[in-house]
Structure formats: C-alpha cells, structure tokens
Nanobody, 127 residues
Framework: QVQVEEYGGGSVQAGGSLRLSCTVS????????MAWFRQRPGKERECVSR????????YYANFVKGRFTISKDVAKNTMFLQMNSLKSEDTAVYYC????????????????????WGQGTQVTVSS
C-alpha cells in the first residue's frame, strides 16, 4: 500500500518562507511525476508546481513563479517545495500527489493525472 506524507506546513507572516516536503513509501511503484496542489478557502484545488522524477522538467503556476522552488530527492522518493515571499493569498491546504506514467496524462498538472494523495498540510499566511 502506498503512503504519501506531507511535512512542513504552518503559520507565517506575509513575506516569510516555509518549506514543504513529501515522501512516498510503501508498495513499490515507479514514480513518474509528483506535484503540489493547493485548495484555498472556497476555491477549487489547483496545481501549484510539478516535477518529473526521471527527468528535469518542472512546472510552476503563474501565481508562484519566482517565489516557489520545487525540487526532489529521487533516492528517497521525496519532493520539496520552498516557498518564499509568501502572500496572504497563498493561505491554503497544500496537497502532495504522486503518479505513475500513463499515456494521456501529460502534462501532469491536473488532479485526474495522479494516483496517490497525501492528507494535506495547512499553510496560513497572515498579513
């Protein structure tokens, strides 16, 4: 059974930083893509950033470009999200997701592309 666990949420003032991490463990499967999604209060879940595991391709939503950095440790099945210059509008529950490679899922920025999800971690940015 696959487990996806997020770490690192919390509360910070606007302009501050937080670092999220996510580790996938359990039954062996080949991770092709991992992503961070978020759900702000009253909004639909949206993709924040995505990273491929066998490749270097990264995706950032426009609203985080230049502020957030995604990275990975393939050996540890772990993904990170460094969040800098946080804004109040970044307040959300952040979810980690992992996917196997399946035809038709490119560019792996939609919820339906992902097989496994974490429980979510709250990020609160106060202005």
């Amino acid at each position: 059974q696959v487990q996806v666990e997020e770490y690192g949420g919390g509360s910070v003032q606007a302009g501050g930083s937080l670092r999220l991490s996510c580790t996938v463990s359990g039954s062996s499967f080949s991770i092709y893509s991992m992503a961070w999604f978020r759900q702000r209060p009253g909004k639909e879940r949206e993709c924040v950033s995505r990273i491929y595991f066998p490749a270097e391709s990264k995706y950032y939503a426009n609203f985080v470009k230049g502020r957030f950095t995604i990275s990975k440790d393939v050996a540890k099945n772990t993904m990170f999200l460094q969040m800098n210059s946080l804004k109040s509008e970044d307040t959300a529950v952040y979810y980690c997701a992992a996917a196997e490679r399946v035809d038709g899922r490119n560019p792996y920025t939609e919820e339906k592309a992902y097989d496994y999800w974490g429980q979510g971690t709250q990020v609160t940015v106060s202005s």
